[in-house]
Nanobody, 122 residues
Framework: QVQLVESGGGLVQAGGSLRLSCVAS????????MGWYRQAPGKQRELVAT???????NYADSAKGRFTISRDNAKNTVDLQMSSLKFEDTAAYYC????????????????WGQGTQVTVSS
């Protein structure tokens, strides 16, 4: 199975920057996709950005031009560099992974981190 540990959240002023990091540990055959989602109070969890094993990326419209997702396959990490933060970026940010694991059947499963809070003061 896969365990995810996030770090890097905190309090920042509007216009500032934060970098979130997530490290995966455990056992898997492959991790086709890693990404970040967020959930604000009273709202549904939403996609922020994803990155495939070949480096292909996908961003929510709200993240384009401000956030950059990166991945280090050797270290099993995925980072989210956030710049020009806005009050509306305030949310709990969750690391997400789709991994091919053997349970003993070979399955494609998804895993979530525990979340890290990002608070942007206006």
């Amino acid at each position: 199975q896969v365990q995810l540990v996030e770090s890097g959240g905190g309090l920042v002023q509007a216009g500032g920057s934060l970098r979130l990091s997530c490290v995966a540990s455990g056992s898997w055959f492959a991790i086709p996709s890693m990404g970040w989602y967020r959930q604000a109070p009273g709202k549904q969890r939403e996609l922020v950005a994803t990155i495939n094993s070949d480096g292909g990326t996908n961003y929510a419209d709200s993240a384009k031009g401000r956030f950059t997702i990166s991945r280090d396959n050797a270290k099993n990490t995925v980072d989210l560099q956030m710049s020009s933060l806005k009050f509306e970026d305030t949310a709990a940010y969750y690391c997400h992974v789709r991994a091919v694991v053997s349970t003993p059947k070979t399955l494609l499963l998804e895993y979530w981190g525990q979340g890290t809070q990002v608070t942007v003061s206006s």
